[in-house]
């Protein structure tokens, strides 16, 4: 897949965000007309023409196009790093350009952002971040090798991306689970009650990863030895397209009953990738105006699959299993979740005809 030269280019820094789509970045020409070089999902263009400033700092050097370094981990992988690898192979000495969010600075980057960059072999001092309108003279563009809604990966893209594991010594699991711990508290997507399951998991010995407290290299890692990797379904399930294919069960604990999510990326990067609906109920989160987020709705274990699941990887959660323990930490959750709900978007009565069946009422 080969790069677009563009000459004569305004680049502009992020002016506003809806939904992870930047407005700001190049201004292309005949900007309505272009496709692959725009931010695209459902290979469509999601993006807008930002508005040219007054004042334009001239960058005479030749840049590569990074895309908006989202602040969200796994938009961020998703959606910008597939252009990278094949610009990386070109273009492997010139600066990339990155817009970011409006008063974002280089030091206040999440420290994963300079992990993955140092993971693909993007040095540090080759990446700038568009804070104010730049005149570029050579800006060349990659395609996004892979989307967001189910655009998978494009030919020859996980072999391109093979080499980022070179010299990576897998940690082997014949099992691992990827957590996604601590949500509730700050009024996240989660399931109520997954630290008990944590917690038994870990006496039953099976590899758990938290992914909010590892580096990206013991991510990486943790992923490429295990040979079933189990997530908990949320933005981790991104950090497996930082890797190629292994032969390996890739297995996601739904939250959204109606959400495959990541699976055409992940598909032709495993063995087999099944999806479980373990979900009792959930507890939906609202907008001040009413209309539903499922994003981050809290959802409920239904406890007999979930032991039923585990039972067919192996892991034999019943033996030991203490539902009144359960059920405490599930309520913890719950309450913390609903107490960081916005009160004008709560709806308790709605919440307890849902929790009240499942004996947490």
């Known amino acids: 897949?080969?790069?677009?030269?563009?000459?004569?280019?305004?680049?502009?820094?992020?002016?506003?965000?809806?939904?992870?789509?930047?407005?700001?970045?190049?201004?292309?020409?005949?900007?309505?007309?272009?496709?692959?070089?725009?931010?695209?999902?459902?290979?469509?263009?999601?993006?807008?023409?930002?508005?040219?400033?007054?004042?334009?700092?001239?960058?005479?050097?030749?840049?590569?196009?990074?895309?908006?370094?989202?602040?969200?981990?796994?938009?961020?992988?998703?959606?910008?790093?597939?252009?990278?690898?094949?610009?990386?192979?070109?273009?492997?000495?010139?600066?990339?350009?990155?817009?970011?969010?409006?008063?974002?600075?280089?030091?206040?980057?999440?420290?994963?952002?300079?992990?993955?960059?140092?993971?693909?072999?993007?040095?540090?001092?080759?990446?700038?971040?568009?804070?104010?309108?730049?005149?570029?003279?050579?800006?060349?563009?990659?395609?996004?090798?892979?989307?967001?809604?189910q655009v998978g990966p494009a030919p020859g893209y996980l072999d391109m991306i093979a080499h980022w594991a070179r010299g990576l010594e897998p940690v082997v699991h014949e099992v691992a689970y990827v957590a996604r711990l601590?949500?509730?508290?700050?009024?996240?997507?989660?399931?109520?009650?997954?630290?008990?399951?944590?917690?038994?998991?870990?006496?039953?010995?099976?590899?758990?990863?938290?992914?909010?407290?590892?580096?990206?290299?013991?991510?990486?890692?943790?992923?490429a030895g295990a040979d079933r990797l189990i997530f908990a379904e949320g933005s981790a399930l991104h950090g497996r397209q930082l890797l190629g294919h292994i032969a390996q069960d890739i297995d996601v604990l739904r939250r959204r009953p109606d959400k495959v999510m990541a699976q055409a990326s992940l598909r032709p990067r495993c063995r087999r990738l099944t999806y479980h609906d373990l979900t009792a109920g959930r507890l939906m989160a609202y907008w001040k105006h009413g209309g539903p987020r499922p994003d981050p709705a809290l959802s409920l274990y239904e406890v007999e699959a979930l032991i039923e699941v585990f039972h067919s990887f192996g892991v034999d959660l019943a033996e030991d299993w203490d539902n009144t323990a359960y059920q405490q930490a599930a309520r913890a959750d719950i309450a913390a979740w609903i107490q960081v709900q916005d009160p004008a978007a709560r709806r308790l009565t709605e919440y307890r005809a849902v929790l009240q069946p499942l004996g947490l009422g």
């Open 1 to 149: 897949m080969k790069l677009t030269l563009f000459t004569d280019l305004p680049v502009v820094p992020v002016t506003r965000v809806h939904q992870h789509v930047a407005l700001g970045g190049p201004i292309w020409p005949d900007f309505a007309g272009q496709t692959w070089v725009r931010h695209c999902r459902v290979r469509k263009p999601w993006d807008e023409k930002p508005n040219l400033p007054a004042r334009l700092q001239p960058m005479a050097g030749p840049a590569v196009w990074g895309g908006f370094l989202d602040s969200h981990f796994g938009h961020f992988v998703a959606d910008h790093l597939p252009r990278l690898a094949f610009s990386l192979r070109e273009r492997p000495g010139d600066t990339y350009l990155f817009t970011v969010d409006p008063g974002m600075t280089r030091a206040g980057l999440g420290s994963w952002v300079w992990q993955i960059f140092d993971w693909i072999g993007l040095p540090q001092d080759q990446v700038h971040l568009v804070t104010e309108g730049l005149y570029i003279a050579e800006l060349r563009v990659g395609p996004q090798a892979e989307m967001l809604a």
């Open 182 to 223: 601590g949500l509730p508290q700050l009024g996240g997507g989660a399931h109520a009650g997954e630290g008990y399951l944590v917690q038994q998991l870990r006496r039953l010995g099976v590899a758990v990863l938290d992914p909010a407290r590892a580096t990206i290299l013991t991510q990486v890692a943790t992923y």
